[in-house]
C-alpha cells in the first residue's frame, strides 16, 4: 500500500462556492440526475456560483435537503448512458430502452491458428516456478508452452518487475517468416518488446513493439526473413495485480490481425454494487461466450475488471465474469460459481460504475463457451444489495446555503450505505474473511468494491456516518464491534476484522475498538452491549496496551513481540509513535466514559489520570520544538504525520499554543490541491507527502474547526471532497488520493470508502454544531461554528426522536433555533466574541455583553452558553456589537 502513480486527470483549480438559493418550499441544486449526467466519465467540471444574494433566505425546515440523496429509487438498478460500443453491434443503445428490440453482438468463427513445423522448441531466461492452478492441479509455466497450441498454457517468466525477459524459439529448419503474433491474457501483456531472428549466423532486428495494450499482438515484418530461430526480448509489462511478470500463451509463425471482439460499456452514473442481470433474448446455437468486465473509474476499464475476488483469490476468470448464452436466451443473474463443470465462472456481486459485455470466452472454458457466434441481449440492470437510502429512510439530514457542502454531505451518506450490507460468504474478502458467526449479519464493511470486510479502524467514521444518517441500521456496527470483542484474544488485544481468520495484527485497531464502543453507546444508549462488553475493553486497556508500554508511560511498538504489527495503513513505524499514544489517551478517556456511565467510577478515575499521564509523556518527548509539531516517530527521520497531530488536539493532548503551532506546520507541508497529505514528506516511502487519507484528514478538519479556525476547515474539506466529487467515478468518497490527485493504488484502489466519510459527522457535529453528550442523548450539546456559510438547518436522529437546529448568520447578527425531543436536555453555545453579543430570547435580553439575566446563562470554553434546554423549540439571536 505504498505505491505512487500517474494522475488519471490533471490538477484542476477548485469551483467557486456554490449558494444554494431558497424559492418557495426548497434550495435550487442539482438532482441526483442532473448531477450522474454531469459527473461525466471523465469528471465533471467545476461547478460556478456566487455569494448568497441580499435577501436569500434559508427553505423551510426539512425540505429541500431531498434532492440531493443519491441512492438508486429502488433496488433494480439501470445504465444511465451508453459509453461506448465497438466491433459488430446493432442498435447499442437499445440497452438504455430494455422491452424495445434487442442489441445485438456478432462475431464470425476464427480460422485455425497457425501453427510451428513438428520439432520446434522454445526456451527462455527464467521460468516461474510450477504451482497449483486455481482448479487445484499442477500447473507449470514453461516456455515450451508458447509454441504448443494450446492458448490456455502460458510461459511465465520468473523475475517479477526486472527486465529484460527473452523467449527464444528455435525451428527445426530455416524457412522465410513475414511476422509473427504474440498472444499473452488478461493478466498482463508484454507492452515493450523487440523481436529478432537468426540467419547466417547472427541476429538481425525484424520489428519493435513499444505501444502494446492488446492481448492479441500481430507483429508484422517490413520485409519477409529467413529464419531459424525468432527472439522477443520484452522490456515492460503491463502492471496488473497478478504481478509485472511477461506472460506469453502463443506465438504464432504469422502475423495475424485480430478481429476485435465486439462490446457495449455502461454507465450507471455514479458507483453502485449488487448483482449484475443481463437478459438475453436469443443466442446462436454454438454456445457463444459473453465476458463482463467492471471497473469504478473509467480509467481502469479494459477488457478485465478493476478487482475481482477470483483474481485477488489467484484463480483463472483473468479479470472478467462468464456466462455461456443458451440458444433460447436467459435471464442471467450474476452469483459466484461455475456455470458448466468447473467452466465458466463468474465472481457474482460487483462494485463499479462501469460495465463492459464482451461476445468472447476464455479458451479454458471450450467447449461450454465459445468465443464467436450471435448474442442478442434485451436488457441490462443490477440488483442492488446495499442499503437502500432513499429519502424516506433518512432518520437524520443536512441542508446548508453552500451546494458543495450539501453534495459532500449526501455523497458521504451515499458512500456509506455502499458499505452497509450483509455479510456473505460468496462476496467477502476470500483472504480467509468468512466467519460463520457473522454470515447473515448486517455489518459495515470497508468497501463495496474491496475488501468487502468489516474492519473496526473504519467504524470510527463510518459508524458516525450511519448513527447520523440511518440510526435504523446501527446494528451493522454493533454487529461488528461484537463479532470482534467475541474473537479478542486472551492477552486482551482485539482483531482488526475477520481477514486471516481473525489474526491481522494491527497495532492501533484495538484502540479503535475502544472509541467506537463508546460512540455506539453514545449515539444509541445501548447499555446493554456497554454491560455484556465491559469486560473485553478492561482487558485492552489494563492488559495488553500496558503490555506494550515503555519506562515512560508511553506505548512503543516491537514491545511484547509488536515489531510485526501494523497499523491503517501498513506502516513501517517502530518504537513511539505519536499516532498510536494520542489514539491511547483518547480511548482511556472514552473508556472512563462508558465507566462511569456503568457505575465504574475507580476504573474510570484510573484510566483518565493515566490519560493524563500518557498526554505528558507524549508533550515531553514527541514535541518537536524545532518544527513547531508532534514528530511522527522518536526514532529514525525526523517526520511529523497529520494522524498524531490532530488527535493530539481532538484528544486535547495538545494545549492551545501547540494546537495552534502544530496546524500552522501541517498548512505550511502537508496542502495539495486534493486535500491535506498524510506526511510533510517521503521519509516513510517515496510519495508519502502527496498522499491524502480522507480518514485522517478528518480529525484534522474537527481539529480545525474545534479550535476556531472554521474557515481553515471548510477550506480542507473543500480541497479534498471537491477534488473527489469533481473526477471520475465522482460523489463517492474514495479509500486514498495519490500524487497529482491520482488513485493511490490504480485500480486496485476502492473508490467508495466509509472511512473517507468524516465530512458528514464534520458538517453535522462542527459546522451545524450539534452532537451528543451523553448515551442516546440524554445531553447534547450544540455549539455552531458557522465560517463563512450563510445558514444551516439539519436534524439528528436520537432514541427520543429528532433534534433539529437551524441557524442564520447574517451581518446583524445569529439566530438559531433548537427543536429539543422529550427526554432530553442540552446546552447551546453562541458563536462570537461574548463581550460583544447581545443575546436575546424573543424579546428577553439574556446577556447583554457584560452579565447574564438568568442563571441558565453563562459564558463557557469563550462562547455565551445557555444551559438546561428540555423539551420544546428555542429560539435565540445574537446581535454583535451590543
Not at 491503517?568 to 483518547?586: D, P, S
Not at 451545524?768 to 450563510?790: H, K, Q
Request: glycine fraction near 10%; proline fraction near 7%.
Amino acid at each position: 500500500m505504498t505505491s505512487s502513480r500517474p494522475a488519471e486527470d490533471s490538477p484542476r483549480p477548485g469551483p467557486a462556492r456554490r449558494t444554494v438559493l431558497a424559492a418557495g418550499a426548497g434550495a435550487v441544486a442539482l438532482s441526483a440526475a442532473g448531477l450522474a449526467s454531469a459527473q461525466s466519465a471523465t469528471a465533471a467540471g467545476t461547478s460556478g456560483g456566487t455569494a448568497s444574494p441580499a435577501g436569500a433566505k434559508p427553505p423551510r425546515g426539512g425540505t429541500g435537503w431531498q434532492r440531493y440523496v443519491q441512492a438508486p429509487s429502488s433496488r433494480t438498478v439501470r445504465p444511465v448512458r451508453l459509453l461506448a460500443s465497438q466491433g459488430d453491434v446493432t442498435r447499442p443503445e437499445a440497452l438504455l430502452k430494455p422491452g424495445g428490440p434487442a442489441t445485438v453482438l456478432r462475431r464470425p468463427e476464427p480460422a485455425p491458428a497457425p501453427r510451428w513445423p513438428e520439432g520446434t522448441t522454445a526456451e527462455a531466461s527464467s521460468t516461474h516456478p510450477g504451482n497449483n492452478g486455481s482448479d487445484g492441479q499442477p500447473r507449470t509455466y514453461d516456455a515450451s508452452h508458447a509454441v504448443d497450441g494450446d492458448p490456455d498454457t502460458f510461459w511465465n517468466d520468473d523475475t517479477q518487475g526486472a527486465f529484460p525477459d527473452v523467449l527464444t524459439v528455435t525451428l527445426p529448419a530455416e524457412r522465410e517468416l513475414s511476422g509473427i503474433t504474440v498472444i499473452s491474457n488478461s493478466d498482463g501483456f508484454p507492452t515493450h518488446f523487440t523481436v529478432d531472428v537468426w540467419h547466417d549466423g547472427a541476429w538481425q532486428r525484424a520489428a519493435t513493439r513499444s505501444d502494446n495494450d492488446v492481448v492479441h499482438c500481430a507483429v508484422p515484418f517490413a520485409t519477409a526473413l529467413p529464419a531459424s530461430k525468432v527472439r522477443i526480448t520484452v522490456t515492460a509489462v503491463q502492471d496488473t495485480q497478478s504481478g509485472a511478470f511477461t506472460r506469453i500463451n502463443e506465438v504464432w509463425p504469422e502475423a495475424v490481425e485480430a478481429v476485435r471482439p465486439p462490446s457495449v460499456t455502461l454507465d450507471f452514473g455514479k458507483v453502485v454494487v449488487g448483482h449484475p442481470r443481463i437478459r438475453f433474448s436469443g443466442a446462436s446455437d454454438n454456445s457463444p461466450g459473453v465476458r463482463v468486465a467492471f471497473s469504478e473509474t473509467q480509467q481502469f476499464l479494459t477488457e478485465r475488471s478493476d478487482f475481482t475476488r477470483n483474481d485477488q483469490a489467484g484463480g483463472a476468470s483473468h479479470g472478467t465474469d462468464q456466462f455461456a448464452v443458451p440458444a433460447g436466451g436467459a435471464d442471467w443473474l450474476d452469483h459466484k460459481g461455475f456455470q458448466a463443470g468447473d467452466k465458466v465462472f463468474a465472481d457474482g456481486l460487483h462494485g463499479f460504475r462501469y460495465l463492459k459485455i464482451t461476445l468472447d470466452a476464455l479458451p479454458s472454458d471450450a467447449p461450454a463457451a465459445q468465443p464467436w457466434g450471435t448474442v442478442e441481449v434485451d436488457a441490462v440492470s443490477l440488483e442492488f444489495s446495499a442499503y437502500l437510502g432513499t429519502p424516506g429512510t433518512y432518520r437524520g439530514w443536512f441542508l446548508c446555503s453552500d451546494d458543495d457542502l450539501n453534495r459532500y454531505w449526501y455523497g458521504a451518506s451515499y458512500t456509506n450505505e455502499l458499505v452497509t450490507d450483509t455479510f456473505r460468504r460468496d462476496d467477502v474478502d476470500p483472504r480467509d474473511a468468512w466467519s460463520s458467526s457473522l454470515e447473515g449479519q448486517l455489518v459495515l464493511h470497508d468497501g463495496p468494491k474491496r475488501d468487502r470486510d468489516p474492519y473496526v479502524g473504519d467504524l470510527a467514521v463510518s459508524a458516525r456516518t450511519l448513527y447520523l444518517t440511518h440510526d435504523d441500521a446501527a446494528a451493522a456496527a454493533r454487529n461488528v464491534l461484537a463479532d470482534l470483542a467475541d474473537h479478542q484474544r486472551a492477552d486482551g488485544w482485539i482483531p482488526p476484522a475477520s481477514i486471516n481468520n481473525y489474526t491481522l495484527p494491527l497495532f492501533d485497531y484495538p484502540l479503535w475498538w475502544v472509541t467506537c464502543s463508546w460512540d455506539y453507546v453514545l449515539y444509541t444508549g445501548d447499555r446493554a452491549y456497554a454491560t455484556r462488553y465491559y469486560a473485553h475493553l478492561l482487558k485492552v486497556l489494563d492488559t495488553w496496551y500496558p503490555s506494550v508500554t515503555d519506562d515512560a508511560g508511553l506505548l512503543s511498538k516491537g514491545l511484547n513481540g509488536t515489531s510485526g504489527y501494523g497499523d491503517y495503513a501498513f506502516l513501517n513505524r517502530t518504537g513511539r509513535i505519536t499516532y498510536y499514544n494520542v489514539n491511547y489517551v483518547q480511548a482511556l478517556g472514552d473508556g472512563a466514559r462508558l465507566a462511569r456511565y456503568l457505575g465504574h467510577t475507580d476504573d474510570a478515575a484510573r484510566w483518565e489520570k493515566r490519560a493524563g499521564q500518557v498526554a505528558d509523556a507524549v508533550n515531553a518527548h514527541l514535541w518537536d520544538e524545532k518544527a513547531g509539531a508532534y514528530l511522527d516517530s522518536s526514532t529514525g527521520p525526523v517526520r511529523h504525520a497529520q494522524d498524531g497531530n490532530a488527535i493530539a488536539i481532538t484528544a486535547q493532548v495538545a494545549d492551545a499554543g501547540r494546537a495552534a503551532s502544530a496546524l500552522a506546520h501541517l498548512d505550511a507541508t502537508t496542502r495539495q490541491p486534493y486535500g491535506n497529505a498524510f506526511m510533510d514528506n517521503d521519509t516513510i516511502f517515496g510519495g508519502a507527502s502527496q498522499r491524502v487519507y480522507a480518514f485522517t484528514s478528518y480529525p484534522e478538519i474537527v481539529a480545525r474547526f474545534e479550535t476556531g479556525r472554521a474557515d481553515s476547515a471548510l477550506d480542507q474539506i473543500r480541497r479534498t471532497y471537491g477534488w473527489m466529487d469533481r473526477h471520475d467515478p465522482g460523489i463517492t468518497h474514495w479509500e486514498g488520493i495519490g500524487p497529482d490527485g491520482s488513485l493511490y493504488e490504480d485500480a486496485y484502489t476502492s473508490m467508495a470508502h466509509g472511512w473517507s466519510t468524516g465530512v458528514l459527522p464534520a458538517l453535522t457535529h462542527q459546522l451545524l454544531g450539534a452532537r451528543p453528550t451523553a448515551p442516546g442523548y440524554a445531553t447534547w450539546l450544540v455549539r455552531p461554528n458557522p465560517g463563512d456559510v450563510d445558514w444551516a438547518q439539519g436534524e439528528l436522529p436520537t432514541p427520543h426522536g429528532p433534534l433539529g437546529v437551524e441557524w442564520e448568520n447574517a451581518r446583524s447578527g445569529f439566530t438559531v433555533t433548537v427543536r429539543v425531543p422529550r427526554g432530553t436536555r442540552g446546552s447551546l453555545a453562541l458563536p462570537g466574541e461574548p463581550g460583544r453579543l447581545t443575546v436575546r430570547q424573543g424579546r428577553t435580553v439574556l446577556w447583554d455583553g457584560r452579565r447574564a439575566a438568568h442563571r441558565t446563562v453563562d459564558v463557557a470554553d469563550g462562547r455565551v452558553r445557555v444551559s438546561s434546554l428540555g423539551a420544546g423549540t428555542h429560539t435565540f439571536t445574537a446581535v454583535r456589537g451590543g
